[in-house]
C-alpha cells in the first residue's frame, strides 16, 4: 500500500506490531510517541510559513490516517498551544508505555491520561492510546468510565477494560488488547 498498491499484507501475514483499532487499509500503527500525549492534552500547532502564521490544526487532525496524509507544509517552524478540555481546572496527567527491550525500542503500546478531580470524583478525563492505531487513538469508552466516579482501583479497573471496547485484533497482535488493560489501568491508578 505504501507504494500505490491495494493490499495490506499485514493482514494475512507478520502482524505482531499491527493495529487492534481502526485499521483498514492499511494496519501501521502510528509512528509518533509524542503525538500521544499532544492529542491527549488538546494540543494545536502554530505553523510559520513564509506567508506568516498559518490555520491552527488540532494535533489530533495533524495525524491522518495512511493514504488520506495532506502534502507536507512548507513550514518553518511549529509551536504548540494547549486547548483541552482538562484545562479549566489543574488536570492531573500521566503518561506510561510498554516495549519488549528496556533499551531504546519502538512502545508496544502507550497511554496519556489526564483527569480533574474534585473531591475524588473525576469531572473530566481524556485518554489517548498510542501505538494500537493508525493514529492516536482517544478512548471515548475509558473517558466515560472515569468520569463521575472515584478516582481509585475500581474506576482504574474500569477505565482499563473499557479501553479495549470495540478492539480487534489480528492473528499475532492479541496480546496488545491485555497490553492495553493493563497500561490504561496502571496509568489512571497511578494518579489516584
Known sequence: MKKGGDV???????????????GGPAYPPHPSNAAV????????????????????????SSSCPPRTR??????????????????????????????????FDWP??????AVNAEGGVVKDARVVLGQVA?????????????????????SAEAAGKAAVEGAEPMSDNG?????????VRRTVASLA
Open 8 to 22: 495490506c499484507f499485514a493482514v494475512a501475514g507478520e502482524n505482531r506490531y499491527n493495529v487492534i483499532f481502526g
Open 37 to 60: 500525549p499532544l492529542v491527549m492534552y488538546g494540543a494545536s500547532f502554530v505553523l510559520d510559513g513564509p506567508k506568516g502564521p498559518a490555520p491552527s490544526p488540532p494535533a489530533s
Open 70 to 103: 495532506r502534502a507536507k507544509t512548507s513550514s518553518s517552524r511549529a509551536r504548540c498551544s494547549s486547548r483541552s478540555g482538562c484545562r479549566r481546572r489543574r488536570a492531573e496527567v500521566a503518561y506510561h508505555e510498554v516495549r519488549e527491550r528496556a533499551a
Open 108 to 113: 508496544l503500546v502507550a497511554a496519556a491520561v
Open 134 to 154: 493508525t493514529i492516536p487513538w482517544r478512548s471515548a469508552a475509558a473517558e466515560k468510565a472515569l468520569v463521575g466516579k472515584p478516582l481509585g482501583a475500581a
Open 175 to 183: 496480546y496488545k488488547v491485555d497490553l492495553v488493560t493493563t497500561l
